[in-house]
């Protein structure tokens, strides 16, 4: 079975610009959350999909969206690009049917995002 | 504010002994808890997870203590390889008890080295 997949991998923006990340989740995944990774904070969730409706979001600014497909692959748009932008982010997928032992998430190999 | 902390941000064991892992969370409505293993550049992968309701999960070489009078688990690799060798996270939801969908809340790593 095919793991979460990511793209691009890699991105180098300049601040003010906008950028869209793709991610396509295991099949049979209906769950999709996003997470971002610097070196001061650590990973941080940002938002999670489920059927097509964002089902939870973390403590981050507007400029930050998601959404998903009928087919559970997802994107996050990041308008007006800050320095403070720039990292790693990480798309996981699971079932998303009630956590637990048997709904664990499973990371894509993110996207590093640069913004100048 | 930090709910999952590791206070160790690196350890170093020899090959063949135990390495032990350590993590506090404050939030007492976690009730799923997970170690996921990662490399530079890559995202992070799944090692092992534990429910609220067990104390103590096995998987080969890894196995997961959790204490939820003191907020505290742990993870125990034996015998520990040079393989190892990667920055170990700590992760809790809340899913089952909050029903309110995914949000991993991690901790900043500890950077296991184990030298041969």
């Known amino acids: 079975k095919a793991g979460v997949t990511q793209t691009p991998r890699y991105l180098i923006k300049t601040r003010g610009q906008q950028v869209t990340l793709s991610c396509s989740p295991i099949s049979g995944h209906r769950s999709v959350s996003w997470y971002q990774q610097t070196p001061g904070q650590g990973l941080q969730f940002l938002f999670e999909y489920f059927s097509e409706t964002q089902r939870n979001k973390g403590n981050f600014p507007g400029r930050f969206s998601g959404r998903q497909f009928s087919n559970s692959r997802s994107e996050m748009n990041v308008s007006t690009l800050e320095l403070g932008d720039s990292a790693l982010y990480l798309c996981a997928s699971s079932l998303g049917i009630g956590g637990g032992s048997t709904d664990t998430q499973y990371f894509g190999p993110g996207t590093r995002l640069t913004v100048l | 504010d930090q709910q999952v902390k590791q206070n160790s941000p690196s350890l170093s064991v020899q090959e063949g002994r135990i390495s032990i892992l350590n993590c506090d969370y404050t939030?007492?409505?976690?009730?799923?808890f997970l170690w996921y293993k990662k490399y530079p550049a890559e995202g992070p992968t799944f090692l092992i997870s534990i429910s609220s309701i067990k104390d103590k999960n096995e998987d080969g070489r890894f196995t997961v203590f959790l204490n939820k009078s003191a907020k505290h688990l742990s993870l125990h690799i034996v015998p520990s390889q040079p393989g190892d060798s990667a920055v170990y996270f700590c992760?809790?939801?809340?899913?089952?008890?909050?029903?309110?969908?995914?949000?991993?809340?991690f901790g900043k790593g500890t950077s296991l080295l184990v030298t041969p």
């Open positions: 939030n007492s409505m976690f009730d799923y």
């Open positions: 992760a809790a939801s809340a899913f089952g008890a909050l029903n309110s969908g995914y949000a991993l809340n």
